[in-house]
């Protein structure tokens, strides 16, 4: 199985700071990267795709980068309903697995 | 719009049998593949498995296999995912998710159903 690695599991931040989260697997993986926003009680949503294309209707202050293991996922501009859970997904192989995610914290 | 709807919250006692559904709409069912996510509580997200509408195809993540069974029925555009045992460690909540591909990114999702296995 391709283990997904995300750093930090947490990170605390203020409104309006760039922040970045990274992915790493174990394998390469080309760019069948995805990232995921999930929020309490909600199902995940769709961010980011094939590590770098932004799913329609969500905000450009979203954006993602990188291929083969090491993947990033940077948020511009933290608006209040950014402070959340995010997780990585690789759709290379299966298992498809996810990260262990990253909360993000006020 | 697409929209996948899940049934509703079940609580079950360890040993019972459960079957939860995961109605596709708005798109054609058959185009789309659906995968099962397990969260445990306060926990990461878990791919169990996958199947293929169009020709059933399944393929399961070794550590949910033998555990559960994916099935669908295309009359009625509905996946399903099913235990004939549950166990306390089965509580969870559970979504399903449609796919393009099975490389594809999971671009829509159910609301979840919430499992709860207790004597």
């Known amino acids: 199985d391709i283990q997904m690695t995300q750093s930090p599991s947490s990170l605390a931040a203020s409104l309006g700071d760039r922040v970045t989260i990274t992915c790493r697997a174990s394998?390469?993986?080309?760019?069948?990267l995805n990232w995921y926003q999930q929020k309490p009680g909600k199902a995940p949503k769709l961010l980011i795709f094939?590590?770098?294309s932004l799913q329609s209707g969500v905000p450009s202050r979203f954006s993602g980068s990188g291929s083969g293991t090491d993947f990033t996922l940077t948020i511009s501009s933290l608006q209040p309903e950014d402070f959340t859970t995010y997780y990585c997904q690789q759709s290379y192989s299966t298992p498809h697995t996810f990260g262990q995610g990253t909360k993000l914290e006020i | 719009e697409a929209q996948l709807v899940q049934s509703g919250a079940e609580v079950k006692k360890p040993g019972e049998s459960l079957r939860i559904s995961c109605k596709g709409s708005g798109y054609s069912f058959t185009n789309y593949w659906i995968s099962w996510v397990r969260q445990m509580p306060g926990k990461g997200l878990e791919w169990m498995g996958t199947?293929?509408?169009?020709?059933?195809?399944?393929k399961y993540n070794p550590s949910f296999q033998g555990h559960v069974t994916i099935s669908v029925d295309k009359s009625i555009s509905s996946a399903y995912l099913q235990w004939s045992s549950l166990k306390a460690s089965d509580t969870a909540m559970y979504y399903c998710a449609r796919h393009h591909l099975s490389s594809s990114p999971f671009d829509y999702w159910g609301q979840g159903t919430l499992l709860t296995v207790s004597s």
């Open positions: 199947i293929d509408p169009s020709d059933y195809y399944i």
């Open positions: 094939s590590a770098s």
């Open positions: 394998q390469s993986i080309n760019n069948y």
